[in-house]
């Protein structure tokens, strides 16, 4: 089996009951079937505990959360009674792995970590060098291949390679990447379907094209005028989502009343979020990496890009809301908004699922409003 990872994958370490936001409280635990029975055969007072706080669900099944959402076998050192009681080896898949993220095309598994952890996101975001990625090879047996399109995967493999360097291009502000690295995304969409793709590919390589690109979009969208009104549908769309945490309404409320006071003090804001400017660049880079190559599953490469562009776009927002409130912004309010959005979005299926639906719906999240909300509004350093 290859094996592909973010170089920074390698040094994470979880820290366990030490953590700020533990990954085992805030929203279900579900437990894969082959842990599910073993659990129901574990003898002794501790089998009767891991009984009683099953469920059974049809995929997967679940265990039954206590107050304020915590898993029932998280104790009060916030430590996993189950690791201690029967060994790290008999935990179920999704406590193994998070906050891991595994996905597998063919012979090829891609692993990386998840922005909901605080310690990845630190982990992520300290750097300040471009993320490169690595490749080995394991005795892993292939299982089982993908009903994928290899050449449609061998395209966005390649095409994927073109949106980091567009998204590391630090000879332009990031906002101007994200820009780019949409019209990118929208170009490949028009023919996912067709031999076209190499041919897209080929021009967003180009320099003097993106170059000549870019200035055609910022003279199209640097004029919007209905950024406010567009953020501000966004915002409804978000708080209309699943809630896991508390904290996650709060840092909506506190963009809109900054989006409906008129964003005061924004040219100062702005140029005080983009200081580190490569945290943005990683942030792309990370749903980039996560998500864009999933389109071989469903031909949708579009509403990835919107997925990673709007992240920007309300991290930006959510960081000028937080200075104009606190009136500071440092590097730990910044992957505290990161990891507050990545939990909320990324890990509910039916918020995600919810997100790329009105992606769909709303004229607010179309290519013109996203395009014109990072080019033509206050965000922008």
Same mark, same amino acid.
């Given at each position: ?182 019209? $990118? ?16 590919? +080929?021009?967003?390589? %180009? ?14 969208? +640097?004029?919007?005028?209905?950024? %406010? ?10 708080? +209309? ?35 580190? %400017? ?13 998500? $864009? ?5 469903? %031909? ?82």
């Amino acid at each position: 089996m290859k094996i592909r990872i973010p170089e920074y994958y390698k040094d994470f370490e979880c820290i366990g009951g030490e953590c700020i936001d533990t990954c085992c409280a805030g929203w279900e635990v579900d437990v894969d079937k082959k842990s599910s029975a073993y659990y129901k055969s574990v003898e002794g007072t501790f089998g009767d505990r891991l009984r009683s706080m099953l469920v059974d669900y049809p995929v997967e099944d679940r265990f039954i959360l206590q107050d304020n959402a915590r898993c029932p076998f998280l104790n009060d050192r916030n430590l996993c009674d189950i690791y201690s009681e029967l060994g790290k080896d008999k935990l179920c898949e999704t406590c193994t792995n998070f906050p891991r993220h595994i996905t597998e095309f063919g012979n090829t598994r891609e692993i990386g970590i998840s922005l909901s952890c605080p310690i990845a996101a630190e982990l992520i975001m300290k750097r300040t060098q471009p993320i490169k990625f690595e490749m080995y090879e394991n005795d892993e047996k292939i299982s089982g291949y993908n009903d994928i399109d290899a050449g449609l995967y061998y395209n966005l493999c390649a095409a994927r390679e073109t949106a980091y360097n567009i998204c590391q291009n630090r000879d332009l502000q990031i906002n101007h990447r994200a820009v780019l690295f949409l019209d $990118f995304a929208a170009a490949l969409q028009k023919k996912i379907k067709s031999s076209g793709l190499s041919g897209i590919i +080929s021009d967003y390589k %180009d320099e003097t094209f993106i170059r000549s690109r870019l200035n055609k979009l910022i003279n199209k969208y +640097s004029k919007y005028r209905k950024a %406010d009104i567009s953020l501000l549908e966004w915002l409804d769309t978000y708080k +209309s989502l699943e809630h896991i945490k508390n904290e996650w309404p709060v840092m909506l409320s506190d963009a809109e009343e900054y989006i409906k006071k008129g964003m005061p003090n924004a040219e100062n804001s702005a140029i005080l979020i983009h200081k580190r %400017d490569y945290e943005y660049e990683h942030l792309l880079v990370y749903y980039i990496y996560r998500y $864009f190559l999933r389109a071989v599953f469903d %031909d949708r490469l579009f509403e990835k890009a919107q997925l990673a562009c709007a992240a920007l776009i309300m991290q930006e927002l959510s960081g000028m809301a937080w200075y104009d409130k606190n009136n500071d912004f440092s590097f730990v309010d910044q992957i505290t908004i990161m990891r507050i959005y990545s939990k909320e979005t990324e890990h509910s299926e039916e918020n995600l699922e919810e997100l790329y639906t009105q992606f769909h719906k709303k004229k607010a999240f179309s290519c013109k409003s996203i395009m014109g909300i990072l080019l033509g509004s206050n965000l922008g350093a």
